[in-house]
């Protein structure tokens, strides 16, 4: 089945132990004070013995933290038949048990019984906001079974339903997993509802910079969307992976999206189930966040982007590998990257090209800079626009407009105020009739 299955089981045994107390508190050993493997094993044994003291005595609570105990160490044979014995009275050995059968730890996997008894929890009327929790991690497990066919008939209308009681209305008990493949979901084209979508966007980052990439629903942010997409890859989402690498070509980061492109790339077909289970994420999202990161890959290559050599070979077996794990997202993505000829593309001319305004970052020597630059303007506009209104240019102007058509010549050689003229005329010859 998936990692995540047993990592949801180990995240319920902290849930367990705020239901009243932990297997440290109750033999009086605390694990974070043994920082050592020996001093661990020791604190670990000291604890196990308490425990089965506790159970000699009667308290039940005993049994589940004892096979809680065995759990985390991995000794799923001694831990069944101790969730076993409570099962019938206890939500959290049920849910142990319905991990254990999906994923065969203790026993022969038996995804039917698993989903039997996952079913059970997830029906039932929790007292305690502890086992609230662990019915709705539950019912995020009955959604994923539904979805994908695994101890039951593949159904995504029954796995919707489940998805909206894991998710709890958003509250802090309601899933979190399940908030985030509710997000994706209502985000796929079929079931496109981009508010909801947006809703549930507390968990699923990378299905939120998706959005914001887009603006699919929300105003669309390079800048929120860099920073959703990496928060996501580096919890090994693979398909915010491969945006965040066509965000990073598609603006000329190509050392970047070589980078991640690369990481995907190791990857194949055959790993797609893997990391859907690994990283939480529907298989098809995965196998196209593959085909994208192949792709762009096989582009760095035939280019010689992100200091990369020229291979022209490894560029050709990267397409078809792409166009293999998914021939409409490798269409789609060629387009988006495709260059042209300048009759297509008359952008590929300008040189002096602009770097997008939503990867700019804002400083505060910047503004510094910008006012006074702004001020130095506004000074010599003022200044300039003063002096052309000053005094002596209005007097200038008054005798323009108050001049008259006679012309006078300073002449302080001759007082009678006249000076001779003298024309010299040229005629060319003309005829004479």
């Known amino acids: 089945m998936s990692k995540e299955w047993t990592e949801a089981a180990g995240g319920l045994g902290h849930a367990m132990g705020s239901d009243s107390q932990s297997a440290s508190e109750l033999s009086g050993v605390s694990c974070e004070q043994s920082p050592s493997s020996d001093l661990q094993a020791r604190s670990d044994a000291a604890t196990e013995r308490c425990?089965?003291?506790?159970?000699?005595?009667?308290?039940?609570r005993a049994v589940l933290f004892l096979a809680q105990l065995y759990f985390d160490r991995g000794e799923f044979?001694?831990?069944?038949?101790?969730?076993?014995?409570?099962?019938?009275?206890?939500?959290?050995?049920?849910?142990?048990?319905?991990?254990?059968?999906?994923?065969?730890l203790g026993f022969e996997q038996d995804l039917e019984r698993g989903f039997r008894l996952m079913l059970m929890v997830a029906l039932g009327v929790p007292k305690t906001a502890e086992q609230k929790e662990a019915i709705h991690r539950a019912q995020y497990n009955i959604a994923r079974a539904y979805f994908m066919g695994y101890g039951v008939h593949s159904s995504e209308d029954d796995g919707r339903r489940w998805l909206d009681r894991a998710v709890d209305g958003g509250s802090r008990l309601g899933s979190a997993r399940a908030q985030t493949m509710l997000a994706m979901l209502l985000a796929r084209s079929d079931t496109r509802d981009l508010p909801k979508s947006f809703f549930w966007h507390s968990e699923a980052t990378g299905a939120l910079g998706v959005m914001y990439l887009y603006g699919l629903g929300v105003r669309r942010d390079l800048v929120a969307a860099r920073f959703c997409l990496s928060q996501a890859?580096?919890?090994?989402?693979?398909?915010?992976?491969?945006?965040?690498?066509?965000?990073?070509?598609?603006?000329?980061?190509?050392?970047?999206?070589?980078?991640?492109?690369?990481?995907l790339a190791q990857y194949g077909a055959a790993d797609v189930d893997q990391l859907a289970r690994q990283?939480?994420?529907?298989?098809?999202?995965?196998?196209?966040?593959?085909?994208?990161?192949?792709?762009?890959?096989?582009r760095c290559l035939l280019?010689?982007?992100?200091?990369?050599?020229?291979?022209?070979?490894?560029?050709?077996?990267?397409?078809?590998?792409?166009?293999?794990?998914?021939?409409?997202?490798?269409?789609?993505?060629?387009?988006?990257?495709?260059?042209?000829?300048?009759?297509?593309s008359p952008g590929l001319l300008d040189v002096y090209r602009?770097?997008?305004?939503?990867?700019?970052?804002?400083?505060?020597?910047?503004?510094?800079?910008?006012?006074?630059?702004?001020?130095?303007?506004?000074?010599m506009l003022f200044s300039e626009l003063y002096n052309f209104i000053s005094p002596d240019m209005m007097n200038d102007l008054l005798n323009i407009?108050?001049?008259?058509?006679?012309?006078?010549?300073?002449?302080?050689?001759?007082?009678?105020?006249?000076?001779?003229?003298?024309?010299?005329?040229?005629?060319?010859?003309?005829?004479?009739?």
């Open 51 to 60: 425990l089965r003291r506790r159970i000699d005595a009667g308290d039940k």
């Open 77 to 104: 044979e001694s831990a069944r038949p101790l969730f076993a014995s409570i099962a019938a009275e206890n939500v959290f050995a049920q849910y142990q048990l319905g991990v254990m059968l999906f994923e065969g």
């Open 233 to 263: 890859a580096r919890r090994g989402n693979i398909y915010a992976t491969a945006q965040l690498a066509l965000l990073y070509y598609r603006h000329h980061f190509y050392r970047h999206a070589a980078r991640f492109s690369a990481h």
């Open 279 to 298: 990283s939480g994420c529907l298989a098809r999202y995965v196998r196209r966040g593959l085909a994208i990161g192949c792709y762009l890959l096989s």
């Open 303 to 344: 280019r010689g982007q992100g200091c990369l050599a020229v291979d022209e070979g490894a560029a050709r077996r990267l397409g078809a590998r792409a166009v293999e794990l998914d021939p409409p997202a490798t269409a789609w993505v060629e387009q988006l990257t495709m260059h042209g000829s300048w009759l297509q």
């Open 354 to 379: 602009k770097v997008p305004k939503d990867l700019t970052q804002p400083t505060v020597t910047g503004a510094v800079i910008s006012i006074c630059c702004c001020s130095f303007m506004c000074l």
């Open 401 to 433: 407009v108050c001049s008259v058509s006679d012309l006078f010549v300073d002449n302080p050689g001759n007082l009678s105020g006249t000076i001779n003229v003298h024309l010299k005329i040229s005629l060319p010859r003309l005829k004479c009739e």
